[in-house]
């Protein structure tokens, strides 16, 4: 996911692991998996409206051979400066 971020222009993002969670199989943890849960990640963007076509973009090119869940939400910056 970060080199599609990066081709889709995207320069500022944190990636977080995820440590467990339940879905569409049930239950499921990182601790002691040897599967593909255990690389699981989240993947935090925040960008002008302007650039969100380019960012589904990537993100559904990833998605769409991997589990994922895209999520998108309108939110203010408190220090516009760093960004």
Same mark, same amino acid.
């Given at each position: 996911?970060?080199?599609?971020?990066?081709?889709?222009?995207?320069?500022?993002?944190?990636?977080?692991?995820?440590?467990?969670?339940?879905?569409?199989?049930?239950?499921?943890?990182?601790?002691?998996?040897?599967?593909?849960?255990?690389?699981?990640?989240?993947? /935090?963007? &925040?960008?002008?409206?302007?650039? @969100?076509? #380019?960012?589904?973009?990537?993100?559904?090119?990833v998605?769409?051979?991997?589990?994922?869940? /895209?999520? &998108?939400?309108?939110?203010q910056? @408190?220090? #516009?400066?760093?960004?």
């Open positions: 996911m970060r080199d599609a971020l990066t081709d889709a222009g995207m320069t500022g993002y944190t990636i977080l692991p995820v440590l467990g969670g339940s879905g569409r199989s049930g239950d499921w943890s990182r601790s002691g998996q040897m599967s593909p849960a255990s690389g699981m990640v989240q993947f /935090v963007c &925040i960008i002008r409206e302007d650039r @969100l076509d #380019a960012l589904l973009d990537a993100a559904f090119a998605v769409e051979r991997h589990i994922g869940v /895209v999520t &998108i939400t309108d939110c910056v @408190l220090r #516009a400066e760093r960004f």
